[in-house]
């Protein structure tokens, strides 16, 4: 059974940086999807980035691109979400999410099977 746990939220101030983490559990094989979504009561759930564990695709959401940055670990089942001068904006709960069918371009949520429980990230202006 596949299991994500993510970890690193916190509260930062407007202009701070994080990272966070996501582990995964149970994998046989690193031809997945793995993404971080975001969800805050204004925005719903929205995909943030997406990358191919077996290569170096990766999609960036538009309104990250410059400041968010993805990286994988050397064992391929954690994927770490860099992130840089944040924004009032990025306060969100932060999901880390699955997909075995590795459609790293699609952000369809009803395409990731596994989901983490998610790390909350407040940032202060």
């Known amino acids: 059974q596949v299991q994500l746990a993510e970890s690193g939220g916190g509260s930062v101030q407007a202009g701070g940086s994080l990272t966070l983490s996501c582990v995964a559990s149970?994998?046989?094989?690193?031809?997945?999807?793995m993404a971080w979504f975001r969800q805050n009561p204004q925005k719903g759930r929205e995909g943030v980035v997406s990358?191919?564990?077996?290569?170096?695709?990766?999609r960036y959401a538009d309104s990250v691109k410059g400041r968010f940055y993805v990286s994988q670990g050397s064992a391929k089942n954690t994927v770490y979400l860099h992130i840089n001068n944040l924004k009032p904006d990025d306060r969100a709960m932060y999901y880390c999410?699955?997909?075995?069918?590795?459609?790293?371009?699609?952000?369809?949520?009803?395409?990731?099977?596994?989901w983490g429980q998610g790390t909350q990230v407040t940032v202060s202006s």
């Open positions: 990358t191919y564990t077996g290569g170096n695709s990766i």
């Open positions: 999410a699955l997909d075995r069918g590795a459609r790293w371009n699609s952000w369809y949520k009803g395409d990731f099977e596994y």
């Open positions: 149970g994998l046989t094989d690193n031809d997945n999807c």
